[in-house]
């Protein structure tokens, strides 16, 4: 009688959730159809030194074809982190991310190579196709090493054990990664996370960010994180930096990098960022990217 009642409560589901359980079957085929045909566009961001107007590395970014189940890179993402496919995702992103920056890399006369940052998704290690060993594997391929990789930390959905997650993140660490904490200062999780990791790298949400030069309860934050990160041997990455008076302050404020289109936009070939040192005749608006 229970296995009976078991299935009648499943048809009862299937039969309520039909619409969105055929809408999510679509986006699933979709997802394979982006992957199968490799429609992503891989986009390089240069991240500068605030202070030496070098760029250390890039940050590695995947945009998906708008299509009509994901008309915008948001809800192409968003779909990833709460799917049971995060795994073989991410698999298939590091090999296009990789292989996209070697042959960046080889096209450059100017960019020997750096750091390279990469989003992780931390769902990705509930998925139950996760292997350890496969971001490895595609750095011998692409004749790089771990010191050269960041695996920057988004957390876009909740994680559930969080006791295997820091495991996990010790475990890359050990092998020679290292790590950032994306939209550091936006919420519990993420500081949370700050203390458990001790990241290498604290990235700034650009919403920090935006207009610090006269918002001083962003200036209070910021100045506490830099001190957090003076203490615990963490750099801090200034993301989103738009127009020369944000750029201003938080070089007087003691951060470390940036990041953002008044330093470089995201460009399909690596192209060197650019610290802007005149002022704008109208300081408010984003600073235009040279290069």
């Not at 619409?19 to 992503?40: A, C, F, H, T, V």
């Not at 139950?128 to 011998?140: A, I, K, Q």
């Amino acid at each position: 009688m229970n296995g009976l009642r078991d299935v009648l409560h499943y048809m009862k589901y299937l039969k309520a959730n039909r619409s969105y359980l055929y809408k999510e079957s679509q986006k699933d085929g979709e997802l394979r159809e982006l992957m199968k045909k490799e429609q992503m566009t891989t986009f390089f961001q240069p991240i500068l030194s605030l202070t030496q107007c070098e760029t250390i590395g890039f940050e590695i970014l995947n945009r998906p074809k708008s299509t009509r189940l994901f008309p915008t890179t948001e809800t192409f993402y968003d779909h990833i982190g709460k799917s049971r496919k995060v795994f073989a995702f991410e698999r298939f992103l590091r090999n296009l991310s990789l292989e996209r920056y070697e042959e960046g890399l080889k096209g450059s006369d100017w960019y020997n190579g750096g750091l390279i940052f990469l989003n992780i998704q931390p769902q990705i290690l509930e998925d139950p196709f996760y292997r350890s060993g496969h971001t490895l594997e595609l750095l011998n391929k692409y004749h790089l090493s771990p010191d050269q990789v960041v695996l920057e930390l988004t957390e876009k959905e909740t994680v559930t054990d969080y006791c295997q997650f820091v495991r996990t993140i010790e475990n890359y660490r050990h092998q020679g990664f290292r790590i950032a904490v994306d939209d550091a200062g936006t919420g519990y999780n993420s500081l949370k996370t700050i203390l458990s990791l001790q990241p290498e790298f604290l990235k700034l949400d650009k919403s920090l960010i935006r207009n610090i030069h006269i918002n001083p309860a962003q200036q209070h934050l910021v100045e506490l994180l830099v001190n957090f990160a003076g203490q615990s041997n963490t750099e801090i990455i200034a993301e989103g930096i738009e127009i020369l008076p944000e750029l201003l302050y938080l070089q007087k404020s003691g951060v470390h990098f940036g990041q953002g289109y008044a330093l470089g936009k995201p460009k399909i070939n690596l192209e060197p960022g650019i610290l802007p040192t005149a002022p704008t005749i109208q300081q408010e608006r984003p600073v235009k990217a040279l290069g």
